[in-house]
C-alpha cells in the first residue's frame, strides 16, 4: 500500500507540475506581452539610426500592432458581454415558465371552484346531482332519465333538445322563404360554347365588362374541374367583376365575403355560436350554402381578397371536405347538439355543403399579403387576369337562367366526346419522367385528374386540346418551380423549353414556355 501511495503521490505531482508551467507559462507571456519599459527602451535604442521613411515606418507598425491588441480586447469583452446576456435569458425563460405554471394551476383551482358553483346550483334546483348534465350550448339540461318534467323546454327527448327558443334566424328565413318558392323555367337547350359566347356578350352590353373569350373558357373549365378557382394578377383586371357579373347573368346573385387580416378560424366565415345571447351569428355564405341545398340554381360565393389573411387558416375544413371522394359525406359541423327547432336541412348539427355550390377567390400578389400555399393551390384552379380588357362591340343580351343539372349534363357529355388524346397523354408522362429526373417535382394524381377534367370542357367551350393542357401545366405543374433554387437551375429551365417544343411542337406551347422564361429571369 506503501509503494502505491508514493506512486501515485509522484504522478499527480508531475502532473500538477506540468499545469503549473502552464499557468507560470501563461503569466510569463502576458508580462511579456504588455512589457511596456522593454519596448521603450528598444525603442530608444533603435531609432537612432532611423531615417525619414524609418520613423513612418516605425510609427505605422507600432500603430497597427496597437490597434490589434485594442481589437482582441474588443472582441473578448464582446464575446463575455454576450454571454452573460444568454444566460439572463435562459433565467428569465426559466422564470417565465415558472409564472405559467403558476397560472395554469390557478386556472385548474378555478375551474374546479366553477365545478362546484354548479353543483350548488343544480342542488337548488332540485336536479339530482348523481345524474348527468349536458351542458348544452351554455343551457344547463338534464341528461334522459332525470326527473325533470317532460316535454318542458330544457328536457332531452331522443337526444333532440326540447325548446321553444331559436338560434339560427336566419336559416329559419330561409326555410319560410322555400315554403312558397317556385323554380323558374331553366334554359336546358345551350350549349357550352353559347354559354361562353352569350356570358361574354352580356358582359359587355349590360355590364360594361370585356373579357377575353379564353379567359371565360377558362373560368366555365375551372368550374367542372374544382369547386375552388382562384383568380389572380394585379389590381383592376376583373377578378372580382367576373363572378359578380357572372351570378349576374345567371340571375342569382353571387354571394361576396370580404376576407379581413383578423381571419384566424372557421368561425368567422361560417359563423359561431354566441353564448350571451343563445343565438347564432350566421354569415351570408353559411346562409347561402344552406339555401343551395333547395334549389337547382348554380350558386357562387367570392372569397374577396382570398389571402389578405392565410387560407390554410380560415378554409381548411372546407378544404378537406372537398377532397372527399364520396360527395354524400361533405358536411360541416355548425353545433355539437340538436335543437327541436333548429332548421329543417340541419341534419344533426351538420350542414350538407351541396355540389351546386362553388367558392370563388380572387388574389393580389404584393406585400400586403400571404402567399398561397401549395395545398391550396392543388385543390384550386387558378386563372391568371394579368390585363385589362379591351372593349369591343356586342348585341344587347339578356341573362338567362341555367339550372346546375344541365351545367353539370354538359360537363359529363364533354368529358365523353372531348377526353385528352392518348397521344398528348403519353407526352405528359413522358413530361412528368423529365421533370422528375432533371428537377426533382413530380405532377401528382390529383392534378391530373383534375387536367382531364378541365381540358375536355375546355375544348367544348370552344378552345383548343394542346392549349388547356398548357394553361393546366403552366398554372398548376410549373408554377411548384418557384420553391426550387432556380438560380442554380437555369440550364435546367432552358432544355425544358427545348423538350416542350420538341415533344409538343413549337409555338404550341406558349404558356408554359413564357412562364418558364420569365423564371429564368427572376431568378
Known amino acids: 500500500m506503501n509503494g502505491f501511495l508514493k506512486f501515485f503521490f509522484a504522478f499527480i505531482s508531475e502532473m500538477l507540475k506540468g499545469y503549473t508551467e502552464i499557468y507560470r507559462g501563461l503569466r510569463d507571456g502576458f508580462k511579456q506581452i504588455f512589457n ?4 521603450v527602451d528598444i525603442f530608444k535604442e533603435h531609432t537612432r539610426s532611423l531615417g525619414a521613411l524609418g520613423w513612418v515606418l516605425t510609427i505605422l507598425s507600432v500603430i497597427i500592432v496597437a490597434a490589434i491588441y485594442v481589437l482582441i480586447l474588443v472582441i473578448i469583452f ?3 458581454r454576450k454571454y452573460i446576456r444568454f444566460r439572463h435569458s435562459i433565467v428569465s425563460n426559466e422564470d417565465l415558465l415558472e409564472e405559467i405554471a403558476a397560472l395554469q394551476r390557478q386556472v385548474m383551482k378555478m375551474a374546479k371552484e366553477k365545478d362546484e358553483i354548479m353543483a350548488m346550483k343544480v342542488s337548488q334546483m332540485g336536479l339530482p346531482t348523481s345524474g348527468v348534465l349536458s351542458l348544452a350550448d351554455g343551457n344547463m339540461v338534464p341528461a334522459e332519465g332525470s326527473t325533470a318534467a317532460e316535454g318542458q323546454p330544457g328536457t332531452i327527448e331522443d337526444g333532440v333538445v326540447q325548446t321553444s327558443d331559436y338560434r339560427f334566424s336566419k336559416l329559419i328565413e330561409v326555410d319560410t322563404f322555400y315554403k312558397t318558392y317556385t323554380a323558374p323555367e331553366y334554359d336546358n337547350n345551350i350549349t357550352l360554347e353559347e354559354l361562353c359566347d352569350r356570358y361574354r356578350n352580356f358582359a359587355c352590353s349590360r355590364m360594361h365588362l370585356y373579357y377575353e373569350p379564353k379567359t371565360i373558357r377558362l373560368f366555365i373549365a ?20 367576373l363572378p359578380y357579373s357572372f351570378g349576374k347573368f345567371l340571375q342569382v346573385d353571387t354571394t361576396i365575403a370580404s376576407v379581413q387580416p383578423s381571419w384566424r378560424d372557421r368561425t368567422e366565415l361560417f359563423g359561431y355560436f354566441n353564448e350571451f345571447t343563445k ?16 334549389n337547382n340554381d348554380i350558386n357562387l360565393i367570392l372569397l374577396d381578397e382570398m389571402n389578405i389573411a392565410r387560407v390554410e387558416y380560415y378554409f381548411a375544413e372546407m378544404l378537406s371536405i372537398l377532397e372527399m371522394p364520396n360527395a354524400d359525406e361533405w358536411a360541416l359541423d355548425i353545433v355539437p347538439n340538436v335543437w327541436s327547432t333548429d332548421p329543417v336541412k340541419l341534419d344533426r348539427g351538420k350542414i350538407v355543403i351541396p355540389q351546386n355550390i362553388w367558392y370563388i377567390g380572387t388574389a393580389n400578389n404584393d406585400d400586403s399579403t400571404y402567399a398561397i400555399s401549395d395545398k391550396v393551390y392543388d385543390r384550386a384552379q387558378p386563372i391568371n387576369l394579368d390585363s385589362k380588357g379591351v372593349a369591343f362591340d356586342a348585341p344587347d343580351t339578356p341573362p338567362l337562367n341555367l339550372g346546375f343539372d344541365h351545367l353539370d349534363q354538359l360537363f359529363r357529355e364533354a368529358f365523353d366526346k372531348y377526353p385528352i388524346s392518348q397521344e398528348n397523354l403519353k407526352k405528359i408522362q413522358q413530361l412528368d419522367l423529365w421533370v422528375i429526373e432533371k428537377l426533382r417535382v413530380a405532377f401528382g394524381n390529383r392534378i391530373l385528374k383534375q387536367m382531364n377534367l378541365f381540358v375536355p370542357v375546355y375544348v367544348a367551350c370552344g378552345g383548343e386540346e394542346l392549349d388547356g393542357i398548357d394553361y393546366v401545366l403552366a398554372t398548376k405543374i ?3 418551380f418557384e420553391s426550387l433554387n432556380l438560380a442554380m437551375l437555369r440550364e435546367e429551365l432552358r432544355e425544358l423549353c427545348v423538350y416542350m417544343n420538341k415533344s409538343f411542337g413549337k409555338n404550341k406551347m406558349n404558356e408554359s414556355i413564357a412562364y418558364l422564361e420569365r423564371l429564368q429571369k427572376l431568378f
Open 478 to 480: 410549373f408554377r411548384k
Open 222 to 241: 375551372g368550374m367542372a374541374s374544382t369547386k375552388l378557382i382562384i383568380l389572380q394578377g394585379i389590381s383592376g383586371t376583373g377578378k372580382t367583376s
Open 279 to 294: 343565438n347564432f351569428n350566421e354569415t351570408e355564405v353559411l346562409k347561402r350554402i344552406y339555401s343551395s341545398n333547395y
Open 78 to 80: 464582446l464575446a463575455i
Open 36 to 39: 511596456i519599459p522593454n519596448y
